[in-house]
C-alpha cells in the first residue's frame, strides 16, 4: 500500500524534531465558528500563536474561561472547516502541515526527470486539413496548476476502422505558451493520437498518498529534502524579523546555523536523489516544456 501523505507529514516532523504539544477539542467547532472548547488552557496556548486542527490553521486572540478560545479562522493560508469534539489540537507547531505539504510537493517536482511517470495519453482525434494539436495535459496538478506532458517520446495514429495502432515519425513539438504537436503531413481525418510521455509525479493533497510507481527508495529523498526545505524557510523567517546589530557569540545555535544545517541536508538529499533515479529517459525525446 502506498505512504499516505499524512505519514510523510508525521515523518517530517519527527525527522525535524517538530514535537509540538498536544491537546483536543471539547465540542464541535463549525467552518465560521469563533469560539473554541478545549480541555484546559493552561497547556500552552499563546495569544497570537497559531495552533492547528485538522489541516488549518487558528489563531488564538483571547482567553475568555480556561476551556474557551476566541479564534481566528483560516489563518496562514489555511481553510476554516467544522471539526468534531475530541479533534487533536496541535499547540504551536513550528511548522503548519500545509507548510510541510508544500515542501513535499516541492520535493516531488524537484525529482524530475530522474524520477519521473510514463503517461499514455489518447484523447486527441485528428481532423480534417489540420496539421496541429495542443499537447494533452498531465494527469493531475503540479504545484497548484496543469502542465502539458513535458517529455514526448512517441507518437502513435489508429485509423479509422482499425484495431491496432501504427507508430508515425513525421511529427515535431511547436514550443510556446500553449505547445502543438505538429504533424509534418496530414493524418487521415478521425484517427486517435496515442501519445507516450514522461513527466513529474502529481502534488499529492492531504488525502493522497504516493502514486503507485514512486520508487519505495526514493521516500526518504522526500523527507530529507522536505526537511532542507522547512530549515531554509526557518532561517529566512528569522533573517525577516532581525533588526540591528546582533552579536551571537553567546548563542546556542547561531545565526545562519539552520541554513548550514539544510544545505548539508539539501545534499544528502541529492545523494538519495541520484541513487534513487530511475533508468534513464529515452534517447529519442522531444521536450515540451
Known amino acids: 500500500?502506498?505512504?499516505?501523505?499524512?505519514?510523510?507529514?508525521?515523518?517530517?516532523?519527527?525527522?525535524?524534531?517538530?514535537?509540538?504539544?498536544?491537546?483536543?477539542?471539547?465540542?464541535?467547532?463549525a467552518s465560521g465558528g469563533a469560539t473554541l472548547s478545549v480541555a484546559d488552557t493552561a497547556v500552552g496556548y499563546v495569544l497570537m500563536r497559531p495552533i492547528e486542527m485538522g489541516q488549518e490553521a487558528l489563531i488564538p486572540t483571547a482567553k475568555p474561561s480556561g476551556t474557551t478560545l476566541t479564534v481566528r479562522r483560516g489563518a496562514r493560508g489555511t481553510t476554516a472547516a467544522s471539526y468534531a469534539s475530541g479533534t487533536t489540537i496541535l499547540v504551536h507547531p513550528n511548522f503548519l502541515s500545509q507548510e510541510i505539504l508544500d515542501a513535499l510537493n516541492s520535493a516531488i517536482q524537484a525529482s524530475f526527470p530522474l524520477i519521473y511517470v510514463p503517461v499514455l495519453d489518447t484523447s486527441l482525434t485528428t481532423s480534417a486539413?489540420?496539421?496541429?494539436?495542443?499537447?494533452?495535459?498531465?494527469?493531475?496538478?503540479?504545484?497548484?496548476?496543469?502542465i502539458p506532458i513535458p517529455r514526448i517520446s512517441k507518437l502513435e495514429l489508429k485509423l479509422v476502422g482499425d484495431s491496432n495502432y501504427q507508430r508515425t515519425k513525421a511529427w515535431d513539438v511547436r514550443r510556446g505558451a500553449t505547445p502543438k504537436l505538429q504533424f509534418l503531413r496530414e493524418p487521415d481525418a478521425g484517427s486517435t493520437i496515442r501519445v507516450h510521455g514522461f513527466g513529474p509525479f502529481p502534488d499529492l493533497a492531504f488525502a493522497d498518498s504516493l502514486h503507485t510507481l514512486w520508487p519505495v527508495n526514493a521516500e526518504d529523498y522526500l523527507i530529507w529534502h522536505a526537511s532542507a526545505f522547512l530549515l531554509a524557510a526557518g532561517e529566512a523567517g528569522r533573517v525577516r524579523v532581525d533588526t540591528g546589530a546582533i552579536d551571537n557569540r553567546e548563542q546556542a545555535n547561531r545565526v545562519g546555523s539552520s541554513m548550514t544545517a539544510s544545505?548539508?541536508?539539501?545534499?544528502?538529499?541529492?545523494?538519495?536523489?541520484?541513487?534513487a533515479?530511475?533508468?534513464?529517459?529515452p534517447k529519442h525525446i522531444k521536450t515540451v516544456i
Open 129 to 146: 486539413n489540420t496539421y496541429e494539436y495542443t499537447v494533452p495535459n498531465m494527469p493531475g496538478t503540479y504545484n497548484g496548476a496543469s
Open 1 to 29: 500500500m502506498a505512504t499516505t501523505a499524512a505519514t510523510l507529514v508525521n515523518r517530517v516532523r519527527r525527522f525535524i524534531r517538530d514535537f509540538p504539544d498536544n491537546d483536543s477539542s471539547t465540542a464541535s467547532l
Open 263 to 275: 544545505n548539508a541536508l539539501y545534499q544528502r538529499a541529492l545523494t538519495r536523489l541520484s541513487q
Open 277 to 281: 533515479s530511475m533508468a534513464p529517459l
